[in-house]
């Protein structure tokens, strides 16, 4: 992966897997208190009474975790200021205590802004799987990048 | 809001406006630090640097608050037994330390499985407003509930 890429170095169908997040017990309630405080998601029993029959992972969870891993690569260091928002976020299967996730990020399209030169949308395609190759999350990020160093 | 609703017991154009909860510069940072960790959600010089003129928060940061708010309800917690995903997740104006933000959810539409018939799919459009009434996020999710106590 080249340093300080912008927008045009980009090419549609090219793609960037990261590395691996373990995801713990400890993890998964401790994000729960805070973002998503329903039981299936911060007790073990409740869980097990559950139809996941466990606990599991708030989906907004794994998506952060998605999200950092590809951000980690620093692919978008030198070029992202934001982003206007995802599309079609999927939870595909549940993440449990001792899950390994890993990301594969995927172009979709480069589009240029037509009213500001200096930047455009990059919209990629997410995907997290867990260590059996099961995809457990995909979900498209627009990504808003600079074309040039300002 | 009274206790124990299922899916049957909400209806299409129904919704709840949240209580607030104040989004703190520290609030912000730690986030950004384990979820997403881009510059200008980090640093506050950074932020300054940025097209936003200042830190501002991960907007995965602002969804989970503003679903956590929701959450925190307790309209969905008899109910509630997950979720396949989240369509048109958009960000609409940064959020800033010291803004407060609540949600409101609006009920868009209540469809019962064709092949479960202990469950259904309540789509809600949230939409999250910061203290000058700027609407700051909004998005659909959809929520898997059950139709009665089992």
């Known amino acids: 992966?080249?340093?300080?890429?912008f927008l045009d170095d980009f090419l549609v169908g090219e793609s960037f897997t990261t590395k691996g997040i373990t995801i713990t017990e400890?993890?998964?309630?401790?994000?729960?208190?805070q973002y998503d405080p329903q039981p299936f998601?911060?007790?073990v029993t409740a869980g097990l009474e559950s139809p996941y029959k466990g606990?599991?992972?708030?989906g907004f969870h794994t998506v952060a975790i998605c999200?950092?891993?590809?951000i980690q690569t620093g692919?978008?260091?030198?070029?992202?200021?934001?982003?206007?928002?995802?599309?079609?976020?999927?939870?595909?299967?549940?993440?449990?205590?001792?899950?390994?996730l890993k990301t594969k990020a995927k172009v979709l399209e480069i589009r240029p802004s037509s009213s500001k030169p200096n930047r455009g949308i990059l919209r990629m395609k997410?995907?997290?799987?867990?260590?059996?190759?099961?995809n457990v999350i995909s979900f498209i990020v627009n990504h808003l990048l600079l074309r040039y160093k300002e």
Chains 1, 2 share one sequence.
């Open 55 to 58: 606990l599991i992972a708030s």
């Open 126 to 134: 997410y995907v997290g799987t867990n260590q059996n190759g099961t």
């Open 75 to 100: 692919v978008l260091l030198a070029c992202s200021i934001g982003s206007p928002g995802v599309d079609e976020l999927r939870w595909l299967a549940p993440v449990r205590p001792g899950d390994t």
């Open 26 to 33: 400890g993890e998964i309630i401790h994000f729960a208190m």
């Open 41 to 43: 998601h911060l007790d």
């Open 67 to 70: 999200f950092r891993m590809f």
């Open 1 to 5: 992966m080249s340093k300080n890429r």
